[in-house]
Structures are given as structure tokens and as C-alpha cells.
């Protein structure tokens, strides 16, 4: 499944399926993001990040790809777990230490 | 290893109360971020602190909303007579120095004005 960014906050797979979650974000003078994981009652998790000299960046089962072009950041996870049931947020930083985050995605891993 | 922490983790006051939530950073951090978060939204960046300075308060709103990080003890945002609208989620994150992007955030103190 695929969401299309803030438009659509719910996205729904399969276990065993790929997962992608997209971000559009705001201003092209950010520089680096981070995805966040937060599951219900507890603080945001650090997932993966990227800075903007990149195009992609992997870690265990997730991948984050950024097109600067269109200011577009997804985030992949393979072989989507009931355990990556939670909302996800991209955040940006434009400059100094004051992120912006994204409305969110809520992931929802059918067994 | 502990992280970040804070506490308390529920808070319930009447409206015209004071409200005071604790954030004690991860060892090593001397960089503390408040965050809000209603209710199915993204977070919301209050103030940036370090020790004893307060570096960026452009989110804070303009009254009844202060933020200190003594060179002792946790960091405590301050919510004075507070009203129904300020019943949020309110999360601490912290980060090693300036240069160091990556914030850690705590569990969170769920406020509940009544």
C-alpha cells in the first residue's frame, strides 16, 4: 500500500507486505529529516534519518529515499510487522536545532 | 542508559491552575526541546534550551507559558492558570549539542485541564 502524503493519514497492509509512507515537505532550504515512529501513549521513536546531500538512506527493513526536486521524503519498510503499527512522522530542519513535523501517517498492520 | 524522562506522565488541573511538567534530558545532553501535540496532530515545537539559556522560544505562546533549564535539576515547562485548550500531549526531546541533530524524546505528560 501507499499513502499519498498528508492527504490521506491512514494507511492499511498486509503482514509480510511492503510498506511506503510519504512526507511532502515544505521548504527547500531544509536539510536534513528524520522519520519518527510513535506508538499510542508514548513518545516519538527515532527511525532513520537523511541528510540532503543524499538520495537514500538504508537500515534494518527501512528505507528512506528523499527527492529534493518535488521536496518529497518516503519512508520504506519491508516485510511490514504487526510491531510497525504506529504513526509515523517525517520532520525537517531547516536550520539550528528546531525541527518541523508532518501531520502524520497511521500505520495499521493486518495479521 | 536511561532516557529521556519526565514526569509526571498524567497531569489533571482545573482551569485557573498552575501546570508543572518535568524533562530530565538523557546523560550526556545538554540540549532540551518542548514539543505540544493535540489530539491525531503532528508535534508542535515550543522552546529550545540549554543549560540556563534559553535559545529559542519562537513557538511558546505569549502568556502563561515559561520554560527554564537550571544548571541543576530537570528542565520544567510552567503553565499558569491554565485553560481547556491547553489539554495536550507534551513531549521533551533531547540532544547532545548543536551540532548534533538527533533528538531523543521522552514519554510524554499528557495534560488534562478540567
Known amino acids: 500500500g501507499e499513502s499519498v502524503g498528508l492527504h490521506l493519514p491512514t494507511l492499511s497492509v498486509q503482514e509480510g507486505d511492503n510498506s511506503i509512507i510519504n512526507c511532502a515537505y515544505s521548504?527547500?532550504?531544509?536539510?536534513?529529516f528524520i522519520w519518527y515512529k510513535q506508538e499510542s501513549g508514548k513518545g516519538p521513536q527515532f527511525i532513520i534519518d537523511?541528510?540532503?546531500?543524499?538520495d537514500k538512506r538504508q537500515g534494518q527493513r527501512v528505507t528512506v529515499l528523499l527527492n529534493k526536486t518535488v521536496k518529497h521524503l518516503s519512508l520504506q519498510i519491508a516485510a511490514t510487522q504487526p510491531g510497525d503499527s504506529a504513526v509515523y512522522f517525517c520532520?525537517?530542519?531547516?536550520?539550528?536545532?528546531?525541527?518541523?513535523f508532518g501531520t502524520g501517517t497511521s500505520l495499521t498492520v493486518i495479521p | 542508559n536511561a532516557g529521556v524522562m519526565q514526569n509526571p506522565r498524567h497531569l489533571v488541573r482545573r482551569r485557573g491552575q498552575e501546570a508543572r511538567l518535568r524533562c530530565s534530558p538523557m546523560?550526556?545532553?545538554?540540549?532540551v526541546y518542548w514539543y505540544r501535540q493535540l489530539p491525531e496532530e503532528g508535534l508542535k515545537f515550543m522552546v529550545y534550551?540549554?543549560?540556563?539559556?534559553?535559545?529559542?522560544e519562537s513557538g511558546m505562546p505569549k502568556e502563561r507559558f515559561s520554560a527554564e533549564f537550571p544548571k541543576e535539576g530537570p528542565s520544567i515547562l510552567r503553565i499558569q492558570q491554565v485553560v481547556r485548550g491547553d489539554s495536550a500531549a507534551y513531549f521533551c526531546?533531547?540532544?547532545?549539542?548543536?551540532?548534533?541533530?538527533?533528538?531523543?524524546f521522552g514519554p510524554g505528560t499528557r495534560l488534562t485541564v478540567t
Open positions: 526531546a533531547s540532544s547532545r549539542g548543536a551540532n548534533t541533530y538527533e533528538q531523543y
Open positions: 521548504n527547500s532550504a531544509s536539510d536534513y
Open positions: 537523511i541528510r540532503s546531500n543524499m
Open positions: 520532520a525537517e530542519n531547516q536550520s539550528g536545532n528546531q525541527f518541523y
Open positions: 546523560k550526556g545532553h545538554s540540549h
Open positions: 534550551l540549554q543549560k540556563e539559556n534559553i535559545i529559542d
